[in-house]
């Protein structure tokens, strides 16, 4: 049955950036290297051969894109902070000019009316971290610690809400066990060992920001999907669960319940291989004021003992597909609020990132009409409403993204910004016709769901 979506007083509209995917000015003002600009000039790993040396060159021009966000009535920001602009060097001392540039850039946002959430760690790790270890090093947990607390000191008077890390599932599996992410590491055990590093470090800059900013809410945004088994079979839905287990909790359990969930077929041999030290779980008992869900599909699992270790197998889904060949299937949002709020005690939670890829650019008449973009904000949007009907406290939705960016290895070629960005030429933004139609659900235009989705 349709029925009208409400979003309640006082939701937050915003969209999401991430650094190193808009900034550019990669030397500006005492910043050094990220492993993501290693990764992206190291010939072969961006499939279009593209860097963020300019990207949305957002670095400089955020006046221009906060003069859009209001335009289009969005009420928040979420950006990230490039740590190595706050500290540049592996003697930790404190780079007043990189923090200097997020000061002002948090002073036009309040003065646009705009609140500004900020990410602590959006992937582009030091390189100097790098080269003491990375995630796999237990020094990251303490430095970690401190460029949190150096970023909250400055900026912590202005924010109302930190967000810590960005996505720890992907960061350690793409980055550590497939290598298609920076730091380009292709190590199924290194992947488990540094998982757990994550957690802790995660925990640590939970404690920094607490400690620095007490009346500050903290969350974090997780890459989550609904798991949907492939048939009926007992198996699939085993094996659905251990893959909501290993994507969806395996980075939010241990901090908020004090353990790993049953992500492995064999999870004695996954713990041993991870170098779980005496302490460790009580060091990662921290806990969050929101939960944010970063959503873009959903997982079709199938039991299939071929893999010893996960004991699964992911199908292809019957739903269309966007350019970057995801599966749309927004039923996959609401399932995932209603899992996220029964299994942690009805939580408040945001909607960090939703949004899709489309590669629609102007047309002549000099408008995007990104026709497929505007349904999947609908839709999922809808879906957020649903859930809200159902009793869940949905704090607040984040379009991803403001702008099309840099999209990591897919480089230029998957746009999704609901603003377009003239990458061949002068970086001019336009606005998409699904940035209007966001605008217009702000502003209180009629929006429908179906409530009978899977
Ligand atoms: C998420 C990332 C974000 C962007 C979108 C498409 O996994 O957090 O930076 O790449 O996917």
Redesign the pocket.
């Given at each position: 049955m349709l029925r009208p979506a409400r979003f309640p007083q006082g939701f937050v509209w915003g969209s999401a950036t991430?650094a190193y995917?808009v900034e550019g000015a990669p030397q500006a003002d005492g910043k050094t290297p990220s492993i993501w600009d290693r990764f992206a000039h190291t010939p072969g790993k961006v499939v279009d051969g593209s860097t963020g040396d300019v990207a949305c060159d957002q670095y400089h021009r955020y006046p221009e894109d906060i003069v859009l966000m209001r335009e289009l009535g969005l009420r928040a920001y979420r950006f990230s902070l490039s740590w190595p602009r706050v500290i540049p060097d592996a003697d930790g001392a404190v780079n007043a000019a990189g923090l200097a540039h997020y000061d002002r850039l948090v002073d036009a946002l309040l003065e646009a009316g705009i609140a500004p959430y900020p990410t602590l760690f959006?992937?582009d790790l030091p390189a100097w971290m790098q080269d003491a270890g990375g995630w796999a090093d237990r020094s990251i947990i303490g430095r970690f610690g401190e460029y949190a607390d150096a970023v909250v000191r400055r900026l912590g008077d202005r924010i109302g809400t930190w967000l810590v890390l960005?996505?720890p599932h992907?960061l350690t599996w793409l980055g550590h066990e497939t290598g298609a992410h920076a730091p380009g590491l292709a190590d199924r055990e290194l992947a488990l060992r540094v998982g757990h590093v994550v957690n802790l470090a995660h925990a640590e800059g939970v404690r920094a920001v607490r400690a620095a900013a007490p009346e500050a809410l903290v969350g974090s945004?997780w890459?989550m999907e609904s798991a949907y088994p492939a048939t009926d079979d007992p198996t699939d839905a085993a094996a659905a669960e251990r893959h909501h287990a290993r994507v969806n909790a395996w980075f939010l359990d241990p901090l908020v319940k004090g353990a790993y969930p049953e992500a492995y077929l064999d999870m004695d041999a996954a713990l041993a291989a991870m170098d779980v030290r005496p302490g460790d779980m009580d060091a990662m008992r921290t806990s969050f004021d929101l939960i944010g869900i970063?959503m873009?599909s959903r997982a079709v699992i199938a039991h299939d003992a071929a893999d010893p270790i996960s004991g699964l197998r992911r199908l292809p889904g019957s739903g269309p597909r966007t350019s970057?060949g995801w599966e749309v299937w927004p039923g996959s949002l609401h399932r995932i609020i209603r899992r996220v709020d029964a299994d942690y005690g009805h939580p408040a939670i945001l909607v960090t990132?939703n949004?899709c890829?489309d590669p629609t650019g102007p047309g002549p008449d000099g408008l995007v009409h990104d026709d497929d973009r505007t349904r999947y904000l609908e839709e999922h949007l809808g879906q957020v409403a649903r859930a809200l009907d159902d009793g869940a406290d949905v704090r607040g939705y984040f379009a991803?993204?403001l702008l099309d960016n840099f999209?990591?290895a897919e480089g230029y070629r998957?746009r999704?910004g609901i603003v377009w960005v003239d990458f061949e030429g002068d970086l001019r933004r336009v606005a998409k016709d699904s940035a209007r139609r966001l605008a217009g659900i702000i502003a209180g235009a009629p929006l429908e769901y179906d409530d009978t989705l899977a």
């Amino acid at each position: 049955m349709l029925r009208p979506a409400r979003f309640p007083q006082g939701f937050v509209w915003g969209s999401a950036t991430s650094a190193y995917q808009v900034e550019g000015a990669p030397q500006a003002d005492g910043k050094t290297p990220s492993i993501w600009d290693r990764f992206a000039h190291t010939p072969g790993k961006v499939v279009d051969g593209s860097t963020g040396d300019v990207a949305c060159d957002q670095y400089h021009r955020y006046p221009e894109d906060i003069v859009l966000m209001r335009e289009l009535g969005l009420r928040a920001y979420r950006f990230s902070l490039s740590w190595p602009r706050v500290i540049p060097d592996a003697d930790g001392a404190v780079n007043a000019a990189g923090l200097a540039h997020y000061d002002r850039l948090v002073d036009a946002l309040l003065e646009a009316g705009i609140a500004p959430y900020p990410t602590l760690f959006h992937w582009d790790l030091p390189a100097w971290m790098q080269d003491a270890g990375g995630w796999a090093d237990r020094s990251i947990i303490g430095r970690f610690g401190e460029y949190a607390d150096a970023v909250v000191r400055r900026l912590g008077d202005r924010i109302g809400t930190w967000l810590v890390l960005n996505e720890p599932h992907i960061l350690t599996w793409l980055g550590h066990e497939t290598g298609a992410h920076a730091p380009g590491l292709a190590d199924r055990e290194l992947a488990l060992r540094v998982g757990h590093v994550v957690n802790l470090a995660h925990a640590e800059g939970v404690r920094a920001v607490r400690a620095a900013a007490p009346e500050a809410l903290v969350g974090s945004a997780w890459n989550m999907e609904s798991a949907y088994p492939a048939t009926d079979d007992p198996t699939d839905a085993a094996a659905a669960e251990r893959h909501h287990a290993r994507v969806n909790a395996w980075f939010l359990d241990p901090l908020v319940k004090g353990a790993y969930p049953e992500a492995y077929l064999d999870m004695d041999a996954a713990l041993a291989a991870m170098d779980v030290r005496p302490g460790d779980m009580d060091a990662m008992r921290t806990s969050f004021d929101l939960i944010g869900i970063n959503m873009y599909s959903r997982a079709v699992i199938a039991h299939d003992a071929a893999d010893p270790i996960s004991g699964l197998r992911r199908l292809p889904g019957s739903g269309p597909r966007t350019s970057i060949g995801w599966e749309v299937w927004p039923g996959s949002l609401h399932r995932i609020i209603r899992r996220v709020d029964a299994d942690y005690g009805h939580p408040a939670i945001l909607v960090t990132e939703n949004g899709c890829s489309d590669p629609t650019g102007p047309g002549p008449d000099g408008l995007v009409h990104d026709d497929d973009r505007t349904r999947y904000l609908e839709e999922h949007l809808g879906q957020v409403a649903r859930a809200l009907d159902d009793g869940a406290d949905v704090r607040g939705y984040f379009a991803w993204s403001l702008l099309d960016n840099f999209e990591w290895a897919e480089g230029y070629r998957q746009r999704f910004g609901i603003v377009w960005v003239d990458f061949e030429g002068d970086l001019r933004r336009v606005a998409k016709d699904s940035a209007r139609r966001l605008a217009g659900i702000i502003a209180g235009a009629p929006l429908e769901y179906d409530d009978t989705l899977a």
